[in-house]
């Protein structure tokens, strides 16, 4: 299987690029990418933890998914993709905001991404690719952001990030 490319933008996100994602993400090069956040009506959020095998942050706990647009892909597409992908279920997408944030892992690798932020809403069950993702599991607003400040460490450090965006974004406009 050959290494999929991230598009490379600059501050405007007009692509600028292509890279190899893990040469992306060992340089620190802006590139596109994307987070969605699934709800409930309970107003909980579907939480994935990454499967044990993933190369970075293994076993952490994350938003519902995200990953890179691949070229050519609109970003609600490239959430669409992703979120069947790794969750085995389809929801309308919307895109709710995006914005810049640079993150390093444990592993010496960097995280500097124009991320666009989206939403969906679903009810069930998802169908849970194990490849992707070893558990899931929903949590309240307000829960997640109280265990975030009791035990950071569980949680990936680009879903701290976001989720701090995301929860002030909640706060300024109604859904």
Known sequence: MTEENVILVNQQDEQI?????LEAHEKAMLHRAFSVFVLNDKNEIMLQQRAHQKYHSPLLWTNTCCSHQREGETNVQAGSRRLFEEMGFKTDLKELFHFIYKAPFD????EHEL?????????????????EVEDWKWMKIEDIKEDIQQQSE???VWFKIIFDEFYHYLEDHKL
């Open 154 to 156: 569980i949680y990936t």
């Open 107 to 110: 592993n010496g690798l960097t």
């Open 17 to 21: 690029g292509l890279m190899p994602k």
């Open 115 to 131: 991320d666009h932020v989206m939403i969906g809403y679903f009810n069930d069950d998802p169908a849970i690719n194990t490849d």
